[in-house]
């Protein structure tokens, strides 16, 4: 699928199609690899709360990296629904504080504040790197802006709260207020990235666009393996 992305070159793995079962094999599996061949490093593995955080995969992959004290860090992106099902409906219990349950340390943080984001989990990892006490779970708390797929239409189940581009609570604009008021940068600095961004994006789309389509195959081009 277009999603699945990798970059073996730099130990990233993409995520399989079915929720949560990147959890035991590949991060639980490689942190216990790292461990048992005494490599330096942490896994860091991040999940969906829409299914994934109700699957056996997580529970099993969360008790069995506490139990073996494994260097994994657990991030839950919380967007508070499954394609149509709010959160409320799919767990009684935070996700964060499910961490508990597996004597592991979790937390919560507004996943659209960058800043505040990268606190948290810069913390985290100083937690898992050191080997004090194993794995740590990370809830950042998001929101889906747009539709889940090209087959789901939002505006059946919920109202769109957070507008791209238009609404305080965008992890962008959060971001640039945030970097604007630590003085990182300036309002004109970022008013010129804008542009230069917009110009980029839409330079790269008219680009794709003229793309030929794919040639399909006609049914006298196949070969049948019948027998």
């Known amino acids: ?44 593995a991040t999940f969906g709360d829409g299914g994934a955080s109700s699957t056996p995969d997580f529970h099993a992959a969360m008790n069995f990296a506490s139990v073996y004290n494994l260097p994994v860090l657990f991030v839950c992106e919380n967007n508070r629904w499954a394609i149509s099902l709010p959160y409320e409906k799919q767990s009684k219990v935070e996700v964060w504080k499910k961490a508990e349950a597996y004597g592991m340390p979790g937390a919560k943080v507004d996943g659209n504040d960058f800043i505040r984001t990268y606190r948290v989990c810069r913390e985290a990892v100083e937690y898992v790197r050191s080997g004090r006490g194993g794995p740590y779970l990370v809830e950042a708390v998001s929101y889906r802006m747009g539709p889940h797929s090209t087959s789901d239409d939002p505006s059946k189940y919920r109202d769109n709260a957070i507008e791209e581009g238009g609404s ?26 804008w542009e230069e961004a917009k110009k980029l994006v839409d330079s790269r789309f008219e680009e794709l666009e003229k793309v030929p389509a794919p040639q399909s195959r006609g049914r006298s081009s196949m070969t049948s393996t019948r027998r």
Not at 9 to 16: D, Q
Not at 30 to 37: C, I, K, P
Not at 169 to 193: C, F, H, M, N
């Open 1 to 44: 699928m277009p999603s699945h992305l990798m970059a073996t070159e730099g130990n990233f793995f993409s995520v399989p199609s079915p929720v949560g079962t990147n959890l035991p094999p590949l991060a639980v599996g490689s942190a216990y690899a790292r461990r048992y061949r005494k490599l330096p490093g942490i896994v860091a």
């Open 168 to 193: 305080d609570q965008d992890p962008l604009v959060i971001a640039e207020k945030s970097l604007i008021a630590l003085g990182y940068i300036t309002k004109e600095k970022s008013e010129k990235l």
